[in-house]
């Protein structure tokens, strides 16, 4: 076997096959236990607002805190989520659409057990030992960890000939006998290196460049101030609307149950040819769908229109979470894909602190849940017109360019100077200068 089928078959074997299973069942662990998580708060919110007697604003700090911290940093599920997803994308390249989709799986398994769980041990123990015993299962993100082992880098085989002359060894000098020599090392300014970390870790270079990126970026981070509202609020409608605590929980689980057959199959759809390239459209559809869904649940508080409401939200909130980090995957390159994660995470962070809090505001100020949803399906239609609008008036530039390129040959611009001899003079022979090198 030659060294170039070596190489073939050691990619072969580390990804999209072998152990990159093992890595994508962790990662569907760790996204169940850190992403789902956060879903069951709404099932404390009414017994927080009561022990701490505090208003809808202030209680609503609990869980916008503990999603913020997930996504921009901190030393526990923050650590777990950013590393299995970033892990992910390097072991699966055929079938990174399809992974990405069954890993978003694990947040729906952790939204269907996470709310009925919670609720039992709230009856059962209070929400203090409730939130201990939550803990120790977290931990379990730890063995998820222990099995993410890096993708081995390829050594490619050294080429047999130098096509290149050899370089003369470092600190080679050329000297005329009569200079001294001193070697010193300029000093790094603080400031110089602290911007070029900042950029190596969270791709600022790549936020000014890739139009893509910032788009998307920006879409999302407005986006996910109203995705997270229904899931902390939804609850509570229900309760203060006369709809029994358990029956109240059971509409989360719904929302997750439904999510762990949609992801799959969204993320199986929009791994078809036909979707490659156009997938940011797929995804901003379905942010479009997943505002307008809202309103379902702000007409009426019936049960079983709440169900429906459930339902549907389901469907769409599947495509959302199955497309969220692939269509990143597919606007950024992959070398810089964990340092523009990092950035991603740190502005989608900013919104989700801010989202709750003035959504509870609003139903302090009202006295009215349905206000949520209103909000919610604001800022999702206009983040889903705002991506879907962006990208094609991007894709329509980039051809007309290109277009224009074709089409165009290069002639000089009107008014440009350009200096044409007029009359050739007769060539002049000089002497050949003569350099005299003293010291380098």
């Known amino acids: 076997m030659s060294k170039e089928e070596e190489v073939a078959a050691r990619i ?95 947040v729906s398994i952790g939204l269907t057990l996470w709310p009925l769980f919670s609720q039992y041990m709230l009856d059962e123990m209070g929400w203090r030992n409730t939130f201990l ?44 006998g009569n200079t001294v020599h001193h070697e010193k090392e300029l000093p790094r300014p603080r400031c110089a290196a602290c911007i070029q970390t900042l950029q190596k870790y969270l791709a600022f270079d790549v936020f000014c460049k890739n139009k893509g990126y910032q788009i998307y970026t920006i879409g999302v981070s407005w986006m996910v101030m109203g995705f997270v509202l229904p899931l902390i609020y939804l609850v509570p409608y229900a309760i203060f609307n006369g709809v029994p ?6 509409l989360i689980s719904i929302i997750g149950f439904i999510n762990i057959f949609m992801r799959p199959m969204a993320g199986l759809l929009s791994g078809l040819n036909v979707f490659t390239g ?12 997943n505002g307008l869904s809202n309103l379902i649940c702000a007409i009426s508080a019936d049960y079983t229109v709440l169900v429906f409401y459930c339902l549907v939200y389901s469907v769409s909130m599947s495509v959302i979470g199955a497309l969220l980090f692939q269509v990143l995957m597919d606007v950024v390159e992959m070398d810089r894909f964990s340092s523009a994660l990092g950035l991603f995470t740190i502005l989608e962070s900013v919104t989700i602190l801010i989202g709750p809090p003035l959504a509870g505001l609003l139903v302090d100020i009202t006295g009215h849940y349905s206000y949520v949803f209103y909000a919610s399906t604001f800022f999702m239609v206009t983040s889903a017109l705002f991506m879907g609008l962006s990208f094609c008036t991007m894709k329509a530039n980039n051809k007309l360019k290109e277009t224009h390129k074709l089409l165009s040959p290069e002639v000089p611009s009107r008014g440009k100077y350009m200096e044409v001899p007029t009359e050739q003079g007769p060539k002049r022979n000089d002497p050949p200068a003569v ?6």
């Open 278 to 289: 156009r997938r940011i459209y797929l995804f901003s559809l379905a942010v479009l769908l």
């Open 133 to 176: 015993i939550f803990g120790g299962v977290l931990l379990n993100c730890c063995v998820c960890g222990a099995v993410m082992r890096p993708v081995v880098p390829v050594q490619l085989p050294a080429p047999s000939s130098k096509p290149y002359p050899e370089q003369p060894p470092e600190g080679a000098y050329l000297s005329n």
């Open 435 to 440: 350099i005299y090198i003293t010291s380098i």
């Open 12 to 106: 072969s074997k580390d990804q999209d096959r072998g152990w990159a299973w093992v890595v994508l069942v962790a990662t569907v662990i760790v996204q169940g236990l850190t992403l789902g998580f956060p879903s069951c708060t709404g099932v404390f919110f009414k017994d927080l607002q009561h022990d701490f007697q505090a208003s809808n604003s202030q209680t609503s700090w609990f869980p916008s805190i503990m999603t913020a911290v997930l996504h921009a940093g901190g030393l526990g599920s923050c650590f777990s989520f950013q590393a299995g997803v970033t892990v992910l994308g390097y072991y699966f390249i055929r079938r990174r659409a399809l992974a990405n989709a069954l890993a978003s799986t694990g």
């Open 245 to 250: 605590e358990r029956k109240a929980a059971l």
